[in-house]
């Protein structure tokens, strides 16, 4: 019976020590920097151009440009935004901003970061950052959480004196986003992400499975972006390995106290074959 | 003789153009891939003042010139291009004249860039500079056909023939909803330049920059041109009505409108059981504004109910202020009708007097219909839990109930031995 309980003793600080390992093996986002970085900048929602997660676009534009790019994000992430401005060799002070907007063009709270910043004059570059709060797979909908879908990121500088428009100036941006894990694993999730102009996307492409609809090529949408490996189902979160080494270590300890008070084996007053 | 030596280079530039004209008629964009095929007219100030040496160490029009051959080279081969100058022909005083002078240097259509490059050649500075006359004419000319329509201004100097704002020309054009972007390039600009050709680009959504060096006007007239070439969605016109009985009724798409200040806009959508209405409205900024605004809109049922409304407010430089909402229709077991939902569009823009309130501002309305969300019956995800309390209240449980089963076990054991 000592077997037993040793047995018992092992399993549940194993299984205490693997549950917080499980949880914590959350799958990094790799930054693979590739030659497919955007090189320029749109300027309006419209135009925004598309940049994945984990890579740096560029841009030139003239100081008084709205600069717009738009990522995708998925849930459970909490996304970065961070954006260096290139100023002229020679400019006033400058107020520079970046702003980040939901896939419904909803502007978005950063919860860190500075987002506004003012560059003294002959400042040579300066550093926005703005973290978004976690992406959840789902919210109601009178709420503005993030959601997966589409984000839109606008950069521009405020309040500019007029010697200074249109001055050239430099812009990168980079979208970093760290994963909550089933911290963040909400009930429910949306039928399609929070993609604008999905709705005519996907009635596109049932014509094209009906065979009477070729627009394949060069065809505009509003935003065909996605994160490399698709959005997610929102089936898998690590509250599953959680629960289930609940559910063991529940039954071990069952084990545990029913051997404790039952004692061991059958009673002894009962002769064998009764 | 000087004067003549002018009359003659502009003869000749008038002779390029229609021989160019000649050789590709612009009707010529019939077919269906060119009916969508971007569109771009270059519009060159060639006054006298680009004679001013400060560019590089040449003059203006030199850099002009040597940045269209550059760019004539790397246009896109989708790209409908067309040349327009102002100032090119009339080296005259007389105001009138000088500033109805605008010429198409080189029709927009397909792009032969051995044609186009001997054009530009003939350039010589000459006149005024009639900057509204000319974008009137440079709008004409990208008339037709359903692509991005583009206008990239290049001038050194202000407009010079009041009372004609070129800003107000441009928020004109912007007004047809033809999808029209101005871009301005200011060559060595000075205050006020600046501030007309920003106030140009600003009313159509356009970009202001100020050239200093040859290399910056390439490199940012072949940006403006590629910008063109992307494939951009083209929203469809459509007209909000002043209350949701008389409103448009719209599907999923991108669609635009005007909207001005103080007014209302109301749309209707119908929405199946089960499915789910995402609006999202911006509207621009496109004249001087005062610093603080807003911007809602609300989904109301046919009985004016609110469902759901989203809200944005600012301050400060802004060129759009957008927001958006979605309403899921809950599932409904027999076959329900389609429920109508309104869409109230309000804005809360303000200017200054004096500015002008007609036409609205550019207002962008995109809807989508899609499949409604599965709804959540626990915060959780499947209502399952996480945790060390977790952790603890199972095998608390486990334990508890491990103790009693086995109290229960030897219990029965001594009732059955005592039987």
């Given amino acids: 019976m000592r077997i037993t309980r040793v047995l018992s003793t092992t399993l549940l600080a194993f299984g205490l020590a693997a549950a917080p390992a499980a949880a914590d093996s959350t799958p990094s986002a790799s930054p693979s920097e590739d030659g497919s970085a955007p090189t320029t900048a749109g300027t309006s929602f419209r135009t925004a151009t598309e940049v994945d997660q984990g890579r740096t676009a560029t841009a030139s534009g003239s100081a008084g440009d709205y600069l717009y790019w738009s990522f995708p994000a998925d849930a459970g992430q909490r996304p970065t935004v961070t954006a260096k401005v290139k100023l002229p060799e020679e400019h006033a002070g400058q107020t520079w901003q970046v702003d980040v907007y939901d896939g419904l063009r909803r502007r978005q709270a950063c919860q860190y970061g500075a987002q506004t910043r003012t560059a003294a004059s002959g400042t040579a570059s300066l550093e926005l950052a703005c973290v978004l709060r976690t992406v959840r797979a789902w919210s109601e909908p009178w709420a503005d959480d993030p959601l997966p879908g589409t984000y839109y990121v606008r950069l521009t500088a405020l309040g500019l004196k007029t010697a200074d428009l249109g001055l050239p100036v430099g812009a990168e941006l980079r979208v970093d986003s760290k994963d909550m894990g089933g911290a963040a694993a909400v009930d429910g999730s949306l039928a399609e992400p929070l993609v604008p102009g999905i709705a005519v996307k996907s009635s596109a492409e049932d014509e094209g499975e009906d065979g009477d609809g070729d627009d394949s090529s060069a065809s505009a949408v509003l935003s065909s972006i996605e994160p490399d490996d698709g959005w997610s189902s929102g089936w898998w979160t690590d509250r599953w390995v959680w629960t289930g080494i609940g559910g063991v270590l529940a039954a071990l300890a069952g084990i545990g106290g029913y051997a404790l008070t039952r004692g061991p084996g059958r009673p002894r007053q009962v002769p064998p074959g009764a | ?419």
């Avoid at chain 2, 140009?200 to 403006?224: F, M, P, R, W």
């Avoid at chain 2, 991108?254 to 200040?261: I, K, M, N, P, W």
């Avoid at chain 2, 077991?333 to 109230?344: G, I, K, Y």
């Fill in chain 2, 1 to 419: 003789m000087i004067r003549t030596q002018r009359l003659a280079a502009g003869f000749c530039a008038l002779l390029a153009a229609l021989t160019a004209g000649l050789a590709f008629p612009a009707g010529a964009v019939a077919d269906e891939t060119t009916a969508n095929a971007p569109k771009v007219n270059l519009v060159l100030d060639v006054s006298g003042s680009m004679r001013a040496k400060d560019i590089d160490g040449g003059s203006r029009m030199a850099a002009a010139k040597q940045a269209f051959n550059e760019v004539l080279d790397a246009t896109p081969e989708e790209v409908r291009l067309g040349i327009r100058t102002l100032g090119a022909n009339y080296p005259g005083d007389d105001q009138k004249t000088g500033c109805k002078d605008t010429a198409q240097l080189y029709p927009v259509g397909p792009l032969d860039r051995t044609e186009a490059k001997a054009a530009v050649a003939t350039l010589t500075p000459t006149g005024w500079t009639p900057i509204g006359p000319a974008l009137l004419k440079a709008a004409e000319d990208l008339d037709g056909g359903t692509g991005s329509k583009r206008i990239v201004l290049i001038s050194d100097g202000e407009d010079t023939c009041a009372p004609l704002d070129p800003c107000e020309v441009a928020r004109e054009i912007a007004a047809k909803g033809i999808g029209l972007t101005i871009d301005t390039l200011g060559l060595v600009p000075n205050v006020k330049m600046r501030q007309q050709l920003s106030c140009i680009a600003e009313a159509t959504g356009g970009t202001y920059t100020s050239v200093e060096h040859t290399e910056e006007l390439t490199d940012k007239v072949n940006q403006l041109v590629d910008r063109a070439a992307d494939p951009v969605v083209t929203p469809v016109a459509t007209q909000g009505a002043d209350s949701c009985a008389k409103a448009p009724t719209l599907k999923s798409g991108l669609y635009t409108d005007r909207e001005e200040f103080g007014q209302e806009r109301w749309y209707r959508v119908d929405l199946d059981p089960g499915k789910e209405l995402r609006a999202s409205v911006s509207v621009s900024a496109d004249r001087a504004m005062n610093p603080d605004y807003g911007l809602l809109v609300r989904a109301v049922t046919a009985h004016g109910r609110e469902i759901v409304r989203g809200e944005a407010a600012g301050n400060g430089r802004t060129d759009v202020i957008s927001t958006g909402l979605r309403y899921p229709k809950a599932e409904s077991d027999d076959d329900a009708p389609a429920e109508t939902v309104c869409v109230q569009v309000t804005n809360s823009y303000s200017a200054a007097a004096g500015v002008k309130t007609t036409p609205g501002m550019p207002l962008e309305l995109t809807v989508d219909v899609v499949d409604g969300p599965s709804q959540a019956s626990d915060v959780a995800s499947f209502g399952l839990g996480r945790g060390w309390w977790l952790l603890g209240a199972l095998v608390l449980a486990g334990f508890l109930a491990g103790v009693l089963w086995g109290w229960l076990s030897r219990w029965r054991v001594a009732v059955w031995r005592t039987n």
